[in-house]
């Protein structure tokens, strides 16, 4: 067992539910989705966000995903040796009475698989906090562990899958199997939402799918993804605007394909 960087506590990689990790939302009695099925009947169950985020961090249903996020946080990178590794699904993120949502793709396989928080410990989540707290969105700008206080306002981050996939590339029947958890987020709090960030195109058409799935409205012929496009979705009474982003990953980041500017721009019209 290795210590927490910020609280020094020992955890076993992957951490045990329960243990007491920074954030964890699951305890021992937990139930956890083993298969497809079981993670639609417990994300339609789930009375509240809380519940849902609890479940989704126990799930087990995808094995070549389970497989590849537990061996990365018992091998791990020689930077992070001395760290434990959460190594479970990485739940949702944020305010529980959002204005926001923010859809990203998977957590990083030593970022939010070694944190427990989505967008945490990497260069993506770097550019993706420091905007948000220059939105004023978030009361910090840097995001480095689970319990380093950061907090955010009005904004939730939901990943369309939640385990860490190899080569970032989740299959197709990965992410049906994880998306009844999106379609619960979108269900919990559609009341207040206002819009959608999608980052990315695998975020673009989840959100697209969700929203197909819950009976909302969407334009037809399907909108293109961009970054800057824009969709207007109609759930019951309300319309919610989904806005596109290029992803904060540094493929994106290091080549210019997506500056500070740019990502401000889509932030300021959320």
Same mark, same amino acid.
């Given at each position: /067992?290795?210590a927490?960087? #910020?609280?020094? @506590? ?7 539910p329960g243990t007491?990790?920074? +954030?964890d939302?699951a ?5 956890? =989705?083993a ?6 009947? #417990?994300?339609?169950s ?5 519940t ?5 961090s126990?799930?087990?249903?995808c094995?070549r @995903?389970?497989a ?7 091998e ?5 040796a001395?760290?434990?590794?959460w190594?479970?699904a990485?739940p949702?993120? $944020?305010d529980?009475?959002p204005r926001?949502l923010?859809?990203g ?6 970022g =939010?698989?070694?944190t427990?928080?989505v967008f945490?410990g990497d260069r993506s989540?770097d550019w993706l906090?420091? =905007? #948000?707290y220059?939105?004023?969105?978030a009361?910090q700008?840097t995001?480095?562990h689970?319990?380093?206080g950061?907090?955010?306002t +009005?904004? %939730? &981050?939901?990943p369309?899958?939640h ?13 049906s199997a ?9 269900e919990?709090?559609? +009341?207040?939402l206002r819009? &959608? /960030?999608?980052?990315?195109?695998i =975020?673009?058409?989840?959100? #697209?799918?969700?929203?197909? %799935?819950? $009976?909302?409205?969407?334009?037809r012929?399907k909108?293109r993804?961009?970054h800057?496009?824009e969709?207007?979705? $109609?759930?019951?009474?309300a319309t &919610?605007?989904? &806005? $596109?982003?290029?992803h904060v990953?540094?493929?994106n980041?290091?080549? +210019?394909?997506?500056?500070e500017? /740019?990502?401000?721009d889509? /932030?300021?019209r959320?």
């Amino acid at each position: /067992m290795d210590a927490h960087p #910020l609280t020094r @506590l020992p955890f076993s990689s992957p951490v045990t539910p329960g243990t007491g990790w920074p +954030g964890d939302p699951a305890t021992t009695a937990t139930p956890a =989705a083993a298969n497809s099925e079981a993670v639609h009947a #417990l994300a339609t169950s789930s009375p509240d966000l809380p519940t849902l985020d609890a479940r989704v961090s126990v799930c087990r249903a995808c094995p070549r @995903l389970v497989a590849w996020r537990e061996q990365v946080a018992t091998e791990r990178r020689a930077s992070f040796a001395d760290q434990p590794y959460w190594g479970r699904a990485a739940p949702s993120f $944020g305010d529980e009475h959002p204005r926001v949502l923010i859809v990203g793709l998977a957590p990083a396989a030593h970022g =939010a698989n070694r944190t427990g928080r989505v967008f945490t410990g990497d260069r993506s989540g770097d550019w993706l906090f420091a =905007a #948000l707290y220059r939105a004023g969105y978030a009361n910090q700008p840097t995001s480095t562990h689970a319990g380093d206080g950061l907090a955010l306002t +009005g904004v %939730r &981050i939901v990943p369309a899958v939640h385990c860490a996939p190899p080569d970032n590339k989740p299959t197709p029947a990965e992410r049906s199997a994880c998306a009844p958890w999106l379609d619960r987020e979108l269900e919990l709090t559609v +009341g207040g939402l206002r819009s &959608i /960030m999608a980052l990315g195109s695998i =975020a673009w058409d989840a959100t #697209l799918a969700a929203a197909r %799935r819950l $009976g909302w409205t969407v334009p037809r012929p399907k909108p293109r993804f961009g970054h800057g496009a824009e969709a207007d979705l $109609g759930a019951d009474s309300a319309t &919610i605007r989904l &806005i $596109g982003s290029y992803h904060v990953s540094q493929q994106n980041t290091f080549t +210019g394909k997506l500056t500070e500017a /740019m990502l401000d721009d889509v /932030m300021a019209r959320l």
